[in-house]
């Protein structure tokens, strides 16, 4: 499975930017997929997931009211919608996916960059 993400660029505090993420090869087997960033000096933390199989979703508490992750009807797109952009979530921003039996991402997309200024 490839993940390629795209969208991303400079924005100020308060706009909105939406994220993509388009998976190609055996993606029929991908039970979940989610977008994770990386911040310069930090740790890795994830935003959002999203299980293929009914589309329940979840939040890290940092963005939750002001991004919303959904896929499309083939599953083959990931998207997360940003609002209310704040300078703390500049970040390169990850799209993975999960196959099912798999207990961790084992799909992960380069990362586009998010920047914003305040």
């Known amino acids: 499975v490839q993940l390629v993400e795209s969208g991303g660029g400079l924005v100020q505090a308060g706009d909105s930017l939406k994220l993509s993420c388009a998976a190609s090869?055996?993606?029929?087997?991908?039970?979940?997929m989610a977008w994770f960033r990386q911040a310069s000096g930090k740790e890795r933390e994830r935003v959002a997931a999203i299980l293929m199989h009914g589309g329940s979703t979840a939040y890290a508490d940092s963005v939750k009211d002001r991004f919303t992750i959904s896929r499309d009807s083939t599953r083959k797109s990931l998207y997360l919608e940003m609002r209310s952009l704040k300078p703390e979530d500049t970040a390169v921003y990850f799209c993975?996916?999960?196959?099912?039996?798999?207990?961790?991402?084992?799909?992960w997309g380069q990362g586009t960059q998010v920047t914003v200024s305040s």
């Open positions: 090869g055996r993606s029929e087997f991908i039970s979940a």
């Open positions: 993975a996916a999960r196959d099912r039996g798999n207990s961790g991402f084992n799909y």
